[in-house]
């Protein structure tokens, strides 16, 4: 750890995952401070969700560290980590889309967070969890769908749910992996002013990957740029974007 870094955040350490001979992320050192907004850019290919899903424990690093504050999470499970405060959303959505929207919250955000508690426990109406689910859909304006089935709301909404999910998990790591996918061009501001009044309100480190640029350049205080598996430069946004090397990575994709 560098003179200059907080004591707690989210760091990893030559952060690496080869299958056979492919460097899907190579030798990643990344040092996120608590409370930042990272913003991860690259081409198609260059290791993001992977990135993510190494930090998340979704898949297994061939070599390196990930820091948690001070404990070392690189090879606990999933829900360990979601249990030390780690949440995250995916690209493709993983909402169960027969159950209403209230269902969801609770059942997601109670199933990381606590360990050991049966889904009968968990479909149970009246317990405290209930209300804090309600709370996280009004947060995120979706209090009047708390009945709706997820699977009859539009991408926006649904990206909406996702997030009420991580607003009742109160945790203080965040992973978001393209949160403005497949939501349409006229929902995107919406979601983007949502996601920053939450990163504020919540004071949690959020890493959140996207491919549209000017949503990450608007959000973030620093943005990570990957390459090949490779973290190319991370630096404020304006810099990133005027850097030579990220120019020349993007070529034949929109910078
Ligand atoms: N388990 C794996 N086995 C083999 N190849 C993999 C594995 N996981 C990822 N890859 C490959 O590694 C590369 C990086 O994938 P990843 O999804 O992390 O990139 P990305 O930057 O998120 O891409 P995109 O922006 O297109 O979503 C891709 O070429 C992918 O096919």
């Not at 913003?39 to 061939?62: D, E």
């Not at 360990?80 to 209403?100: D, E, I, K, P, V």
């Not at 620093?222 to 993007?250: C, F, I, N, W």
Request: zero cysteines.
């Amino acid at each position: 750890m560098t003179s200059q870094s907080p004591p707690t955040g989210l760091r990893t350490e030559g952060l690496t995952f080869r299958v056979g001979g492919a460097k899907i992320v190579e030798d990643v050192s990344l040092a996120v401070p608590a409370g930042e907004f990272l913003g991860i850019i690259g081409p198609n290919g260059a290791g993001k969700t992977t990135l993510l899903n190494l930090l998340s424990g979704t898949v297994r690093s061939t070599s390196g560290r990930i820091l948690l504050g001070d404990t070392d999470i690189t090879r606990l499970a999933p829900h360990r980590r979601a249990r030390l405060g780690l949440s995250r959303t995916f690209q493709t959505s993983y909402l169960l889309l027969g159950l209403s929207a209230l269902e969801n919250v609770r059942l997601m955000a109670q199933s990381r967070n606590v360990k050991g508690v049966g889904l009968l426990r968990l479909l149970t109406p009246k317990d405290a969890t209930t209300a804090e689910a309600r709370e996280a859909l009004d947060r995120v304006g979706l209090g009047a769908a708390a009945g709706r089935p997820a699977g009859s709301l539009s991408h926006g909404d649904r990206r909406k749910l996702e997030l009420a999910i991580v607003v009742a998990a109160r945790a203080p790591y965040v992973l978001l992996d393209e949160p403005m996918a497949g939501v349409n061009s006229e929902d995107v501001e919406g979601l983007t002013e949502l996601i920053r009044e939450l990163h504020r309100e919540s004071g949690a480190t959020f890493l959140m990957v996207e491919h549209h640029l000017e949503v990450v350049l608007g959000l973030a205080e620093r943005v990570a740029v990957m390459h090949k598996g490779e973290l190319l430069a991370v630096d404020a946004p304006d810099t990133v974007t005027s850097d030579e090397r990220v120019q020349t990575a993007y070529v034949g994709e929109l910078l």
